[in-house]
């Protein structure tokens, strides 16, 4: 069973940074992607970005320029740097991943669509003020 575990979330004014960590446990899997959803009150679960495990990236339009995804292969583990925070970014921040059969091929798309995730984290709740 993967899990999944997050940190790095927590309070900062408007404009301030953040970088979230999600740490892959038992992940045997090669061909893979990972990513970050978010979810604020009332709102419906939104996919964030994706990396796969060949190094592509994805973003939702509203993130691009402010949050980058990278990931350490050797940790297994996924980092979402998040810079000019708004208050609007205030939502838990889930991590996501997903692994591909061996004739699917790999994409960080999978990775910002709910439905196709096959492992969630627990979340961690970022906070921004203005």
């Known amino acids: 069973q993967v899990q999944l575990v997050e940190s790095g979330g927590g309070s900062v004014q408007a404009g301030g940074s953040l970088r979230l960590s999600c740490a892959a446990s038992v992940y045997r899997y090669s061909r893979y992607c990972m990513g970050w959803f978010r979810q604020a009150p009332g709102k419906e679960r939104e996919g964030v970005a994706g990396?796969?495990?060949?190094?592509?990236?994805s973003y939702a339009d509203s993130m691009k320029g402010r949050f980058t995804i990278s990931q350490d292969n050797a940790k297994k583990t996924v980092y979402l740097q998040m810079n000019s925070l708004k208050p609007e970014d205030t939502a838990m921040y889930y991590c996501?991943?997903?692994?591909?059969?061996?004739?699917?091929?790999?994409?960080?798309?999978?990775?910002?669509?709910?439905?196709?995730?096959?492992?969630w984290g627990q979340g961690t709740q970022v906070t921004v003020s203005s």
């Open positions: 990396i796969d495990s060949e190094g592509s990236t």
């Open positions: 996501a991943a997903v692994s591909f059969a061996w004739w699917a091929t790999v994409s960080p798309a999978p990775c910002r669509q709910s439905k196709d995730v096959n492992y």
